[in-house]
């Protein structure tokens, strides 16, 4: 059984044991291909950690670290302590075991109350998998690092940290229809009558990254190119430096679907390296409309899942944002924001099968547009 087969078998089993929760398990598997770090927005009670948890549990021989954060946590609770005997002879060598830098996979809650005597570990840890303290370094065996958070730092000096995950994913409740799906595999989960667990070393994992680097991203390059010009002229920052990492991303996702090249669904992962929550909608939107012309069989299953929008929700948003212009209170950047998002509702309306409800929207929104040509 190969490296690949092996993840997608984890990967499902972990999607089985949580309902609902497929795309959050999915970027989870296109993280770790990519050794990325991965966000995760959400209330409590939205199974972020028993997901890790889970998904840690079947990689074997591999160690799992898992830690909540306050304002008063201390280095020697993430790191560990300074080892005594060492102390006596005047070294400062730190006891790691059972800590953060012996773990393959690393998962930190409420991220964003790293106070500032760990920050600086913290960052160098997550952006180059090194350990630094004192005269001590070391690689770390990370195959990833998973943060979450109820919301999002509104402290500058916390953006650095939030700019260290790539992949940002929102973890929310199910929706309603598939909650009593979920209490049953949640029964089986809470008494350990899951199925046998399959597992994947972190060796086989290693292997598949490394041949995520190989795989060819010239099919694609002028369109990621092109992309990321579109992005930046939105109002959405993309580094040089997260445009290059983001091509792991899409390495990682041809990689799960057994290519050894590129196709332009790959590029489905961009929707989830957003700043802010209000510009979740609106990269939604421009990838959709470039990867939904990509019927190739061999995409990724995520690339192919478009919601079904809903037309009632659909028309308070467009009634929204025609409040929030005609309220003549928005700076030119507000304006920009509110024409992206307009933009982004246009396309999901495409995609409403009741004609007359479809009609009434597109009515609403044109009238908006022309509001908007008014006034320029």
């Given at each position: 059984?190969?490296?690949?087969?092996?993840?997608n078998?984890?990967?499902?089993?972990?999607?089985?044991?949580?309902?609902?929760?497929?795309?959050?398990?999915?970027?989870?598997?296109?993280?770790?291909?990519?050794?990325?770090?991965?966000?995760?927005?959400?209330?409590?009670?939205?199974?972020?950690?028993?997901?890790?948890?889970?998904?840690?549990?079947?990689?074997?021989?591999?160690?799992n670290?898992?830690?909540?954060?306050?304002?008063?946590?201390?280095?020697?609770?993430?790191?560990?302590?300074?080892?005594?005997?060492?102390?006596?002879?005047?070294?400062?060598?730190?006891?790691?075991?059972?800590?953060?830098?012996?773990?393959?996979?690393?998962?930190?809650?409420?991220?964003?109350?790293?106070?500032?005597?760990?920050?600086?570990?913290?960052?160098?840890?997550?952006?180059?998998?090194?350990?630094?303290r004192?005269?001590?370094?070391?690689?770390?065996?990370?195959?990833?690092?998973?943060?979450?958070?109820?919301?999002?730092?509104?402290?500058?000096?916390?953006?650095?940290?939030?700019?260290?995950?790539?992949?940002?994913?929102?973890?929310?409740?199910?929706?309603?229809?598939?909650?009593?799906?979920?209490?049953?595999?949640?029964?089986?989960?809470?008494?350990?009558?899951?199925?046998?667990?399959?597992?994947?070393?972190?060796?086989?994992?290693?292997?598949?990254?490394?041949?995520?680097?190989?795989?060819?991203?010239?099919?694609i390059r002028?369109?990621?190119?092109?992309?990321?010009?579109?992005?930046?002229?939105?109002?959405?920052?993309?580094?040089?430096?997260?445009?290059?990492?983001?091509?792991?991303?899409?390495?990682?996702?041809?990689?799960?679907?057994?290519?050894?090249?590129?196709?332009?669904?790959?590029?489905?992962?961009?929707?989830?390296?957003?700043?802010?929550?209000e510009?979740?909608?609106?990269?939604?939107?421009?990838?959709?409309?470039?990867?939904e012309?990509?019927?190739?069989?061999?995409?990724?299953?995520?690339?192919?899942?478009?919601?079904?929008?809903?037309?009632?929700?659909?028309?308070?948003?467009?009634?929204?944002?025609?409040?929030?212009?005609?309220?003549?209170?928005?700076?030119?950047?507000?304006?920009?924001?509110?024409?992206?998002?307009?933009?982004?509702?246009?396309?999901?309306?495409?995609?409403?099968?009741?004609?007359?409800?479809?009609?009434?929207?597109?009515?609403?929104?044109?009238?908006?547009?022309?509001k908007?040509?008014?006034?320029?």
């Open positions: 059984m190969t490296s690949s087969v092996k993840l078998n984890v990967l499902q089993f972990v999607k089985d044991s949580f309902i609902g929760k497929d795309e959050i398990i999915d970027l989870l598997g296109i993280t770790l291909i990519a050794r990325e770090n991965a966000f995760l927005l959400g209330p409590p009670g939205t199974a972020k950690s028993a997901i890790i948890r889970l998904l840690a549990s079947c990689i074997e021989g591999g160690k670290f898992e830690y909540l954060l306050t304002r008063f946590t201390e280095p020697n609770e993430i790191f560990g302590p300074f080892d005594i005997r060492k102390l006596k002879e005047g070294e400062l060598i730190t006891n790691t075991e059972g800590m953060m830098p012996e773990a393959s996979m690393v998962f930190l809650d409420e991220i964003f109350n790293a106070n500032s005597a760990i920050l600086n570990s913290l960052l160098l840890a997550l952006n180059e998998k090194i350990f630094r004192g005269k001590e370094t070391r690689k770390l065996p990370a195959l990833m690092f998973v943060g979450a958070s109820n919301v999002l730092p509104e402290d500058e000096a916390l953006n650095a940290l939030l700019d260290r995950f790539l992949i940002r994913i929102e973890c929310d409740y199910v929706d309603t229809d598939l909650l009593e799906e979920v209490l049953v595999v949640g029964w089986k989960l809470e008494n350990n009558a899951m199925d046998e667990k399959p597992s994947i070393t972190p060796n086989e994992i290693m292997e598949l990254q490394a041949m995520s680097r190989k795989v060819d991203l010239s099919p002028k369109k990621y190119v092109d992309l990321v010009h579109n992005l930046r002229n939105t109002g959405i920052k993309v580094s040089d430096r997260r445009a290059v990492k983001i091509q792991n991303l899409i390495a990682a996702s041809a990689l799960m679907c057994g290519r050894t090249e590129a196709i332009v669904s790959d590029l489905w992962v961009l929707k989830y390296i957003w700043d802010t929550e510009q979740i909608e609106i990269l939604a939107g421009i990838i959709d409309t470039i990867i012309k990509d019927n190739s069989p061999m995409a990724h299953p995520q690339a192919l899942f478009n919601k079904v929008p809903n037309a009632e929700e659909l028309m308070k948003e467009v009634q929204l944002l025609t409040g929030k212009w005609d309220s003549g209170e928005l700076s030119f950047e507000e304006q920009n924001v509110v024409k992206d998002k307009l933009r982004y509702v246009q396309t999901r309306c495409n995609w409403i099968k009741n004609p007359e409800h479809k009609q009434h929207i597109e009515h609403e929104i044109g009238s908006l547009w022309q908007m040509l008014q006034t320029i």
